[in-house]
């Protein structure tokens, strides 16, 4: 009995060592990306923007020539304007070097916006604020769910004509009056216990888009839709919503949340998305571009180097680790 007890063990381990584990290894490499140098190395992102370890700024519009101190990352620039914390929740607006407001919260923001004089923020306690900027007056506090581990992709609150949509750890969006700071509705993206922080939030017409990494939900005034999938990226452009997941397909789907197409790349590990006119570019993690159409067709791939730590993509180029390669 010993003996055969010893034998399953013996093929368990050996079996589980023997596994292989497999990679994405195109064939038709059209050549190599250009590839520069950052002067540092990305040491926070978000989707709006990064910091590199010397506290220089990534923002949608490259890199800055201005610098954060050694203990801020950067949430993201509005209205011209760089917003900024610590782990502490020291909250700093600037615009260029000018300081425009400050507020200690109690714990760390991981998002944060700004529209006229209020700012939208959330919490790394999962709580939900909206400040008066010219006064520093809270007309909102409010703490959602509990949260036991967190995604890196935290959305950042959207405004709206009249309301304020705020994403949650805890995987809801949260619908604010602008004015009064009143919560009017919230809804339920997913209820996964971990890493279930809304990682996307968007709007096109009358349609609102929030998901987690397992799921998809879409509010307009006719319906709400919900998608589940493993989701490591989205993006929404031209009327369609193209969804990068985990197991190396790549979805589109239209408003409605309806699938109108999909193309696997065999054991791709998706980071990122960017979209330039009838172009895809989509970043792969063992160093590879795949170049697209709109319909994930006629594609060229290029060779990069593999990404090894954070990555963050604007709406021209990719930056990872200490390097970028920009989006002609």
Known sequence: MKN??????????????????????????????????????????TRNGATLSNGTLITQNGVQSKALSANEYFLGSYEGQDVSSTIEGKLTIRQGSALVFEHQFDEAIVSASIEGNRLAALSAANKIYLLLIDTNEVILEYASGASYAQDARTAAPVFLNTIIVYPTLDGKVMIVQKDSGTIVRDAVVSSENFFNNIIYLDVEGDYLYAATGTRILSISPDRT?????????????????????????????????????????????????????????????????????????????????????????????????NKMISIE
């Open 4 to 45: 055969l007890i010893f034998l399953a063990i013996f093929a368990l381990v050996f079996s589980a060592c023997s596994t292989k584990r497999q990679y994405f290894e195109p064939t038709n490499i059209s050549g190599d990306a250009k590839i520069s140098s950052l002067n540092a190395s990305i040491k926070h992102s």
């Open 225 to 321: 839709t919900t998608i589940a999938e493993q989701i490591k990226d989205i993006k929404l452009h031209n009327g369609h919503i193209y969804v990068l997941l985990k197991n190396g397909f790549i979805k589109v789907y239209d408003l409605n949340l309806r699938e109108i197409g999909k193309r696997e790349f065999k054991f791709a590990i998706f980071s990122n998305i960017i979209a330039r006119g009838d172009k895809l570019y989509i970043f792969e993690k063992t160093g590879y571009i795949i170049e697209t159409d709109l319909n994930l067709g006629n594609e060229r791939i290029l060779k990069a180097s593999e990404i090894t730590d954070k990555s963050f993509a604007s709406s021209n180029a990719f930056y990872y680790d």
